[in-house]
């Protein structure tokens, strides 16, 4: 079955740069959400799109910009990179329609951004 | 206030026996749902178990179960006949009411799990 894919899965920048992920979801799958996991952390919600319209906000930097598209692919951008950026970024996306088998949540393989 | 708690930073476990790591939540939503993830050295993040709120049995997914007891907000996974492979760090996460669309997910801090030959 095909999954959510994220490229590229590693990232190598230095400071002041930009970077831009891309995120697949599951095909049929409206919903995306944007994750960070800094190194022994737990993952952190950065922001959600639903219907390729922005839905909920968590901690993501004025720095960074997400959308969705038209073919529901995801892209988040970030600006000005910094060392504390340094982190393993997952997309993840689920029908978002609603009720108990269309919540699960399943997520790409990340891209690991190295800020050197 | 930590929404999801998981206690247990690391366990070991031998292989061949059952493990349980803990995992309580915190909400005033009527409507949720629970899952747990697995994290391997590889840093993907696998999908396990899911119960819902509302759901009277307890979920099952092969030599997975999830031990919900709600008037505790607890939900407990028990990984039984533990192999080497199940070796990974284990989310517990939360998801909670709809904001325009989407829902809200919560993870906890994670458990590390060594399975020992």
């Known amino acids: 079955a095909a999954g959510v894919i994220q490229s590229p899965r590693h990232l190598i920048k230095e400071k002041r740069e930009t970077a831009t992920l891309k995120c697949y979801p599951i095909?049929?799958?409206?919903?995306v959400y944007w994750y960070q996991q800094g190194p022994g952390q737990d993952p952190q919600f950065l922001i959600s799109?639903?219907?390729?319209?922005?839905?909920d906000k968590g901690s993501i930097p004025d720095r960074f910009s997400a959308q969705q598209f038209s073919d529901y692919h995801s892209e988040l951008n970030m600006s000005s990179l910094e060392l504390g950026d340094s982190a393993l970024y997952f997309c993840a996306s689920s029908l978002g329609t609603g009720g108990a088998t269309n919540e699960k949540l399943f997520f790409g393989s990340g891209t690991q951004l190295s800020v050197l | 206030a930590q929404k999801i708690t998981q206690t247990q930073p690391g366990m070991f476990v031998q292989e061949k026996e059952a493990v349980t790591l803990d995992c309580t939540y915190d909400?005033?939503?009527?409507?949720?749902?629970l899952f747990w993830y697995k994290q391997p050295s590889s840093g993907e993040m696998i999908f396990l178990i899911y119960?819902?709120?509302?759901?009277?049995q307890n979920a099952t997914e092969g030599r997975y179960s999830l031990n919900f007891q709600k008037a505790r907000k607890s939900a407990n996974l028990v990984i039984s006949a533990s192999q080497l492979g199940d070796s990974a760090m284990y989310f517990c996460a939360m998801r909670e009411g709809r904001v325009s669309g989407t829902y809200k997910y919560i993870f906890g801090t994670g458990t590390r799990l060594k399975v020992l030959a």
């Open positions: 119960q819902g709120s509302y759901d009277q």
């Open positions: 909400t005033s939503d009527p409507s949720y749902g």
């Open positions: 799109f639903y219907e390729k319209m922005q839905s």
């Open positions: 095909p049929r799958h409206d919903t």
